[in-house]
């Protein structure tokens, strides 16, 4: 598996492309939609690019699990329930949920997501 610097500057290159966003904006910590103004239709673009640049295959709501979020066996008024949180933690083991499990709103879920969980995501499909 290539180092996690290596990594990170394929999915760095694959956001700049994908999002036309300075590649100083590409940070760990900086979140998909809210920091680099990532779109539903982004993530399309950003899969192709992930699946190129490391010649993996990504299952649709596989990366970004959607269905989770509009399933009404998770969410209630607005809100995933404990079912729903179980279910993200197990479809994501790479995604820190910390923040968004304090408050569990749908709208807040495109906020959740961080370069640095893109990164954790890629190791795993490659260590596998």
Do not use: C, H, W
Not at 38 to 47: H, N, P, R
Not at 89 to 116: C, I
């Amino acid at each position: 598996m290539p180092p996690r610097d290596e990594i990170f500057e394929k999915v760095r290159n694959a956001l700049v492309d994908a999002l036309g966003v300075d590649e100083d904006d590409v940070r760990p910590d900086a979140t998909m939609v809210g920091d680099l103004g990532a779109e539903s239709i982004d993530f399309l673009d950003i899969v192709f690019r992930l699946e190129k640049a490391f010649g993996i295959k990504i299952p649709r709501g596989e990366l970004f699990p959607e269905d989770v979020l509009s399933s009404s066996e998770f969410v209630n008024n607005g809100k995933v329930n404990a079912a729903g949180i179980a279910a993200l933690k197990s479809r994501m083991p790479f995604a820190d949920l910390a923040k968004f499990e304090a408050n569990p709103s749908v709208q807040n879920f495109a906020n959740t997501l961080t370069v640095e969980d893109m990164v954790r995501y890629v190791q795993s499909k490659l260590a596998a």
